[in-house]
């Protein structure tokens, strides 16, 4: 009389078959498990991350982590949960930073950081706004090079209107690299200016004053309540010289074009991309975690096919950096290895 073995491993020792038809049953689950993956070239991971940048223009290292880094740190000891704080101050902006202990609830975390950054009284008053921001990771799927035989300023339209095609497709975010940003610069003269009775701080009052979108109340009531606004701010330079400073003994308008020379310029100390000898702009196409970079790369190829024929004279566009091809590589790694084993074990089957 002969024993069997009852257990697991007894079953596949009596029922040779059926071990193989395991084998081939995990081999095609795996399989159909690949196509349901979130192809990624990285593995997921939180960032409980929080940065507070603050623009001060023109002002030195120095200057900036006395009058702003410092006092932000100061404000932001309170806050809750928070691993460690670090500050970076450069020529005209300072970035804290704010790494919170894992697994804190980052949308609390977020508001109270706000809450705290909008206390602040004391920074200087020509500072921009602070902004606050979640650090949210994202993975460069590739990366456009346009190159031009004329000048840079005829990108910047081009990749505006290319960044908001690839949005409009489904790419996740995309960041534009080599585009100076541009500013709106006034130059007066103290001479011209005490001939006609003005100061310096005067027109700079002016401007202010001038410049600006300001909410104006509501008119109405209950349900039919319009919220006003005043649309004042100034976007361009013929809307400077277009501004009003006074009123001479002849009842004429004085012009802030009739005493200051305008013009909008790049912003100095700004990164510049040079391809070749050649002007250009870097597009960084990038995904958030649950996007697939399989079907961020099928849009951007659906995108060149659909307009490298209709580019500008002179206008050139590189595809390089494109991690999404080494994903692919293993992907097709896999299923080769995959589909390998399954004939093999067909084989031994028959």
Do not use: C
Not at 70 to 92: A, C, H, I, N, P
Not at 136 to 148: C, F, H, M
Not at 154 to 179: C, F, M, P, V, Y
Request: aromatic content about 6%.
């Amino acid at each position: 009389m002969s024993n069997h073995r009852r257990d697991f491993i007894g079953l596949f020792a009596q029922h040779k078959v059926a071990a193989n038809l395991l084998m081939i049953i995990m081999i095609m689950a795996g399989l159909l498990s690949l196509t349901k993956l979130n192809t990624q070239f990285f593995p997921t991971f939180a960032l409980d991350v929080v940065t507070v940048r603050i623009e001060w223009r023109s002002a030195s290292a120095e200057d900036v982590e006395d009058s702003i880094s410092s006092r932000v740190e100061q404000e932001l000891r309170t806050v809750d949960f928070v691993d460690k704080m670090t500050s970076t101050s450069s020529y005209g902006m300072s970035v804290v930073v704010l790494e919170f202990v894992e697994g804190t609830d980052m949308g609390k975390a977020l508001d109270q950081v706000k809450a705290q950054v909008e206390q602040l009284r004391n920074l200087p008053t020509d500072a921009e706004i602070p902004k606050v921001n979640l650090v949210t990771r994202y993975e460069r799927v590739a990366t456009l090079l346009i190159t031009t035989e004329g000048k840079l300023d005829e990108l910047r339209h081009l990749a505006h209107q290319i960044e908001h095609e690839l949005l409009d497709r489904g790419i996740s975010r995309i960041s534009i690299s080599g585009l100076p940003e541009e500013e709106i610069a006034i130059q007066l003269s103290t001479k011209q200016l005490e001939s006609v009775g003005l100061s310096l701080g005067d027109v700079s009052q002016r401007i202010a004053e001038m410049s600006q979108d300001l909410p104006a109340g509501e008119i109405g009531n209950d349900e039919t309540a319009k919220q006003l606004r005043s649309l004042e701010q100034r976007r361009d330079a013929h809307s400077f010289s277009e501004l009003t400073l006074k009123t001479d003994y002849n009842g004429r308008l004085l012009l802030l074009d009739d005493v200051a020379h305008i013009e909008r310029r790049p912003i100095s100390k700004q990164v510049n991309v040079f391809y070749q000898g050649k002007p250009a702009v870097e597009i960084a196409l990038e995904r958030t975690e649950n996007a697939d970079s399989l079907v961020s790369a099928e849009i951007l190829e659906q995108w060149l096919d659909d307009n490298l024929s209709q580019l500008p004279k002179g206008v050139s566009v590189k595809v390089y950096d494109a991690s999404w091809e080494l994903i692919k590589e293993r992907m097709d790694l896999l299923i080769n290895n995959g589909l390998g084993g399954l004939v093999l074990v067909i084989l031994i089957l028959f």
